[in-house]
């Protein structure tokens, strides 16, 4: 029987297939919305969790100046104290739960070999800066530490650098330019590719610290210190101690506050997935507003179609079909046609959800937990708004249904 | 159901519609009895109440007042879908316009009602092919309404209308829209399955020569009986 009745639904969806199609593209779009900003929703927290995470998990950055947030005072009375030599002595020497501590002081800075040249993110550092940010080498070696106390005109560069200067050729052993210094290539970078935010994590040239310092920022700054902790070692744990050493080493009073920042990679990476996770349910209820606009389309056209099929209902109910019969043949008919409409709207929604991950480089990312709601949720639709004018049709006075022109 | 009792009694039935003053009675008290294997057409101008009538014959309306009885049940005091089952089992009906489902085959027309009854879809179509051979129409099964004649057309909604096997068949007008040659087919087609199969029919014609198929002749005027005549041997 309802096989039976199945069957006339989608025969009947066939009569009218412009009319039909009509109806569908309400929740076509309606559903196609829904699947595309969750799909690519789900993309992108995941490639925001993935880029913060290459930043370096588990890892604090300490940065001279007060960190920004509401209650401070205005910076201007304030001469920013940068960190030095020995606060990163200080925190070698006392912190405990790091796997890797190391400074780093950055420049943009224009980079040439040969005839070539290109505006590069060069870093002054130590060994552990592999380390502390996860980074590999392909080939080469990292800093010693003698070059690294000494500073030594040497380098490890990014792939953007070598492709942009020796093409597929081996760089090692080169020497580039880095602002009027030169230096030589001992390694080269794993690739990691661009940020969330757009920013080439290859474009880069790690020197030591003490050559940076001296040749290209001409100071004795540190802009950064990384920690990474170790595994046993939650962020949150060391946070505070790195504030406890980093205070008392700057002699900071307890009735002051901090003139550094401490910032926690991981908390940044739980906040912008959170964020955009909100993005995506607030963009994904808004779509759902559009299926409910699809649902009332299918009370329409099954309205129409129930006054229009009136002497056919009358026929039925003469020949002994039951309300209930005439009851369920408008529901499925509205459940199928909504149905309809579900399954073409996921396939257009991964559609584009593929479509835009790929333009995006985000990853594509389908819920099958989603899909089935959304495929529940048309059924769903076309039954609710199905059942007013289903329900009208098997009201219908079978005297009057035949009379009916 | 007694055997020997009518199939069909009206004990001072009245239809009414409207209130206080614009009150109309349709039927004003009318009684008549149809016993079973009778052919009986039932005449009278329009505004008589002969399709009144008619509607509490096949059970699709009730009366107001009174008792109509089906093969000994009250079907006037049954609810919808009760009358509904009732007119599944044992009524077919055949309209003057005949009613067939478009763009729906014959042989799909034919199985409509046994779709309601719950019949397994093979054996839906060996009585729907029986019930089109009956009517004559074997080789047309799958032609819609549209490929068909009206006298075809006419004899798809007999052949829906017997493939239930009903006791009592309801024919309103059904040779209203056709010509004098395809009446007398249609005529001759209802005379047989009455004899043959010794199926009630009921018959509202306005047609002289189409109510003299029938044995009995009631005439309706103003809602009440006029006259009630056994017809001599015609055809």
């Known amino acids: 029987m309802i096989w039976e009745t199945v069957r006339l639904s989608l025969r009947s969806i066939r009569r009218n297939v412009l009319r039909s199609f ?49 209650g401070g005072p205005g910076g201007l009375d304030q001469v920013v104290r ?55 080498l392909v080939s080469g070696r990292p800093f010693s530490d003698s070059e690294t106390r000494s500073g030594t005109g040497v380098c490890l560069i990014g792939e953007t650098v070598r492709q942009q200067f020796f093409g597929a050729g081996d760089p090692e052993g080169e020497i580039i330019r880095v602002n009027r210094t030169s230096c030589k290539i001992i ?37 950064n210190i990384y920690i990474a902790a170790d595994d046993r070692t939650p962020t949150s744990e060391l946070q505070p101690r790195v504030e406890d050493i980093l205070r008392d080493i700057r002699r900071i009073t307890p009735d002051r506050e901090s003139d550094f920042g401490i910032r926690d990679m991981t908390q940044i990476a739980d906040a912008m997935a959170s964020a955009t996770t909100t993005m995506t349910g607030m963009l994904g209820a808004v779509a759902g507003v559009s299926l409910l606009v699809g649902g009332i389309g299918i009370m329409n056209i099954m309205l129409v179609s129930v006054t229009e099929r009136t002497r056919e209902i009358g026929i039925r109910l003469a020949i002994g079909a039951h309300e209930k019969h005439i009851l369920i043949q408008f529901l499925v008919e509205a459940t199928v046609l909504s149905l309809l409409g579900g399954i073409i709207g996921i396939l ?27 495929v529940g949720f048309s059924a769903l639709i076309g039954m609710v708004f199905g059942f007013f004018p289903a329900l009208r049709g098997a009201r219908l006075d079978p005297i009057d249904a035949l009379r009916h022109e | 159901m007694a055997a020997g009792a009518p199939l069909i009694t009206f004990d001072k039935v009245w239809k009414s519609y409207g209130q206080g003053e614009a009150r109309v009675h349709a039927l004003a008290g009318v009684d008549f009895a149809i016993r079973r294997g009778e052919f009986v057409a039932i005449m009278g101008p329009s505004g008589s109440g002969k399709s009144t009538a008619m509607n509490i014959i096949g059970c699709l309306d009730t009366p107001t007042a009174g008792t109509y009885s089906f093969m000994g049940v009250d079907a006037g005091r049954l609810d919808r879908n009760r009358r509904a089952m009732l007119r599944n089992l044992y009524v077919g009906f055949v309209f003057q316009g005949y009613n067939l489902l478009a763009r729906t ?61 009903p006791t009592l068949l309801v024919a309103d007008e059904p040779t209203g829209n056709l010509d004098t040659a395809r009446t007398h087919e249609i005529m001759e087609l209802l005379t047989k399955l009455n004899k043959e199969l010794g199926l009630t029919v009921t018959m509202v014609t306005h047609e002289a020569d189409v109510a003299d198929y029938a044995e009995r002749t009631i005439r309706f005027l103003d809602g009440h009986v006029v006259s009630d005549t056994a017809n001599l041997e015609t055809a």
Do not use: C
């Open chain 1, 187 to 223: 390694g080269l970078l794993e690739p990691k590719g661009y940020t969330g935010f757009g920013q080439d994590q290859d474009n880069v040239v790690l020197m030591p610290l003490h050559a940076y310092q001296r040749r290209i920022a001409g100071n004795r700054d540190i802009d």
């Open chain 1, 348 to 374: 257009i929604g991964l559609g584009l959800a593929g479509l835009a991950s790929a333009t995006l480089t985000i990853p594509f990312a389908p819920s099958p937990a989603v899909i089935l709601l959304a």
């Open chain 1, 82 to 136: 940068p960190l030095a030599e020995k606060d990163l002595a200080a925190l070698v020497a006392h912190l405990t739960g790091a796997r890797a501590i190391s400074p780093a002081s950055q420049k943009q800075v224009r980079v040439i070999f040969g005839t070539e040249s290109l505006t590069s993110g060069v870093t002054g550092t130590d060994s552990a800066y592999l380390d502390a940010r996860d980074w590999k």
């Open chain 1, 22 to 70: 009509l109806t569908l593209l309400g929740i076509v779009i309606g559903v196609a919305a829904v699947i595309a900003m969750l799909t690519i929703g789900s993309g992108t927290t995941q490639k925001v969790k993935a880029d913060i995470s290459k930043l370096g998990s588990n890892l604090l950055v300490v940065r001279a100046g007060r960190p920004a947030g509401p």
């Open chain 2, 105 to 165: 085959t014959a042989a799909e027309n034919v199985e409509l009602p046994l779709i309601y009854r719950g019949v397994a879809s093979r054996e839906r179509r060996d009585l729907a092919m029986q019930a089109l051979a009956q009517v004559g129409l074997v080789g047309r099964e799958h032609h819609t309404p549209a490929e068909l004649s009206g006298g075809q057309q006419q004899r798809v909604a007999i052949a829906r209308a017997i493939v239930t096997r």
